[in-house]
Each structure stands twice: as structure tokens, then as C-alpha cells.
């Protein structure tokens, strides 16, 4: 079942209709009994031009660091950026982490979970190097056991990048499944997702026994809103509105900002 979440489509959502009041109107106003799960990109950062181009302001670490406090622990950053990333973006901040949309994991007790780099992964990554030498404006990111081409600031090559990340993704079998997102196409391990990474770190503490909260941006998301809806939590997405699983919405990563703040404050 999850499997066939990993590689869901914006067209095979349902038009759902999420609350949406003004600024973080609508969402809960104290952080007692839930297990916040929060994407990074596009949810508590502005989206940046290129991928390594984005800035933690120091207020939102801080205010980050006491809803973990406030959370007793249960507060997990949940990205599409490897776990060694998210650490040195969000340093000693006292949270669980999921990286790669859930293929890595760091759990509470300090304990991890992560999928060793293969060698097809790094012909696929070579394959994708050459390939986005004609595209230019084209990033390649690689994050170890995935890899990303952003077209941001090159959106003319779209369909170019998208048609040959699904080559390479055949060329990888059914070990890799290829992930869309805003200006984004992705190849990561399959089975794992940021659902499957929800689901996971709830089953122990300090999450399990509490309510989930997920919020996030993008598609890969909505396998998170998925599990939290499943598991009777509440699931907020951040945007313009778009066909969603989430049952609550805000327009920016800045009134995700400003509710944390509230929360903490
Ligand atoms: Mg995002």
C-alpha cells in the first residue's frame, strides 16, 4: 500500500477542500498531546532560487528549539534534504529527523535508519551530470541515496529533465521510483516514504500516545497528511490551493513561522 503512495501524482488526488481562515487561523493554539511533523522547503522556509541557496533565520531556530521542549521531544523535521544536511541547516536542535522523504530516518534514542549508496546509483547520478551539461540553469543535487534535477531557473528544459530522470529511473528498476515536486524531478529508493516515516516514529516515544500533526508544501507530502489523517491526526498544507489529502490550509511558510511562534511565546 505504501509503496503506491511513494509515486503519488497531483492528478490522481482528490479535489479536497481544506479549512482555510486567515493567517494560521484554524490550527490548534496550544502544542499539548501532538506530535508536530514539519517539511522544510516551501513550510518553514521560503522556497530559495537554487537549492543551496536557503537561510534558517536564527529566531525560527530558537523558537524551533522551545516547541521541541514544549513538545517534550515530539517534533520531527520531515524533508526532502539528507539527514546530514537537515543537521547542519537546524544545528542542536533536539528533534527526530526524516531526510530523502522518509528513505533516512534519526529516531529520539538517536538511533537511524538510512540506505547505503549503490554503485547504479552512482552511474544514474554520472548519467544525469552529463546529460544536464546541455541544460543550462539546471541543478543537479545529490544527496546520497537520491538525487535531484531542479529546473527552476531553466523551467524551458522541464519536459527535457522529467523525460530522462523516468530513463534512468527505468534504468534503476523497481528499486527507485522518481519523485515530482515544485521545479523538481527526483529519483530516490522506493518503499519509503515521508508516510512511512510519520508511521514510524509514532510507534515510540516520545511520539507514540499523541495526536500528528503533519504540515508541508509539496507532493511528497501527501503521503505524510495521509498517515497523520489515518492515524486520526490533523494534516495542514502550505500554498496556493491545489488538489490535497490535508485538511487545513495556509497561504505561506510565514504563517507557519508566525503559529509556531504563538505556540512557543
Ligand atoms: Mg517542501
Avoid at 527526530?96 to 544514474?124: K, M
Avoid at 554520472?126 to 523551467?155: M, S
Avoid at 516520545?206 to 489523517?229: C, K, S, V
Wanted: aromatic residues 4%.
Amino acid at each position: 500500500m505504501f509503496d503506491a503512495m511513494t509515486d503519488i501524482q497531483e492528478t490522481e488526488l482528490v479535489p479536497g477542500a481544506p479549512v482555510r481562515l486567515p493567517g494560521y487561523a484554524g490550527l490548534p493554539s496550544a502544542p499539548d498531546g501532538l506530535a508536530i511533523f514539519l517539511d522544510v522547503d516551501g513550510t518553514l522556509l521560503d522556497i530559495a532560487p537554487r537549492p543551496d541557496a536557503i537561510v534558517v533565520p536564527d529566531r525560527l531556530l530558537e523558537d524551533l528549539r522551545l516547541l521541541a521542549a514544549r513538545t517534550g521531544g515530539a517534533l520531527a523535521l520531515v524533508s526532502g534534504r539528507n539527514l546530514a544536511l537537515l543537521k547542519r541547516l537546524f544545528p542542536d536542535l533536539p528533534c527526530s529527523l526524516a531526510g530523502l522523504h522518509g528513505v533516512e530516518i534519526e529516531f529520539p534514542d538517536g538511533t537511524s535508519f538510512a540506505i547505503p549508496r549503490s554503485d547504479e546509483l552512482d552511474a544514474a547520478v554520472r548519467d544525469l551530470v552529463l546529460a544536464a551539461a546541455q541544460w543550462p540553469g539546471v541543478v543537479v543535487e545529490d544527496k546520497g541515496a537520491a538525487f535531484a534535477a531542479h529546473y527552476r531557473l531553466a523551467p524551458d528544459f522541464a519536459s527535457a529533465v522529467e523525460a530522462r530522470m523516468v530513463k534512468i529511473a527505468e534504468k534503476l528498476g523497481d528499486k527507485a521510483i522518481v519523485q515530482r515536486g515544485k521545479s523538481v524531478v527526483e529519483i530516490r529508493p522506493s518503499g519509503h516514504d515521508k508516510g512511512t516515516a510519520l508511521k514510524a516514529l509514532m510507534t515510540s516515544p516520545p511520539f507514540a500516545g499523541r495526536q500528528p500533526l503533519a504540515i508541508g508544501d509539496d507532493l511528497t507530502d501527501e503521503a505524510m497528511f495521509e498517515a497523520a489523517n489515518g492515524l486520526d491526526g490533523l494534516s495542514v498544507r502550505v500554498g496556493e490551493p491545489r488538489a490535497t489529502l490535508a485538511r487545513l490550509a495556509v497561504s505561506t511558510p510565514a504563517d507557519v513561522r508566525s503559529w509556531i511562534r504563538s505556540l512557543v511565546r
